[in-house]
């Protein structure tokens, strides 16, 4: 997403599209970057924390995992509803759709969502499984 930038002349006019233009698109776009060194974080303290058992251990990973979860999925959609305007517009307020004209930006959006629900759908298997390992332990 953080690549996702394309000039265009649309009626006579040029017209610059980036990431950065769009709060939602930079709310995705740090969002993962987040999502991604919690990640990081979080695998090095499931290596290193391997052997844990306590029961307090599993529920943190467990509201780890709930919470980039979350983000993740509002990420997602903030996207998603900025990319489904720009591709489809709306014709009651009067917004044209983008996408014809910048179809390599658009090009770009779509796939870094695409990969987005990907992470989205992983993330919300770890959840069940964290909270599944998170129960056993304290019963």
């Not at 950065?20 to 990640?39: E, G, M, Q």
């Not at 900025?82 to 770009?108: D, P, Q, T």
């Not at 870094?112 to 998170?134: D, G, P, R």
Request: aromatic share 18%.
């Amino acid at each position: 997403m953080l690549t996702a930038k394309q000039t265009s002349v649309v009626f006579g006019i040029q017209v610059d599209a980036r990431y950065s233009y769009s709060p939602a698109f930079k709310f995705f776009a740090y969002t993962n970057l987040i999502v991604f060194a919690f990640t990081i974080l979080s695998l090095f303290f499931a290596y290193v924390g391997k052997k844990a058992v306590d029961p307090v251990y599993f529920f943190y990973i467990f509201l780890h995992d709930l919470m980039v979860t979350v983000l993740l999925m509002a990420a997602c959609a903030a996207a998603t509803a900025v990319g489904y305007v720009g591709k489809y517009g709306n014709s009651h307020a009067g917004w044209v759709e983008i996408c014809g004209y910048l179809g390599e930006f658009c090009r770009k959006a779509t796939a870094a969502s695409s990969i987005s629900y990907f992470a989205l759908v992983v993330y919300l298997i770890l959840t069940v499984i964290s909270a599944n390992k998170s129960r056993q332990t304290f019963v």
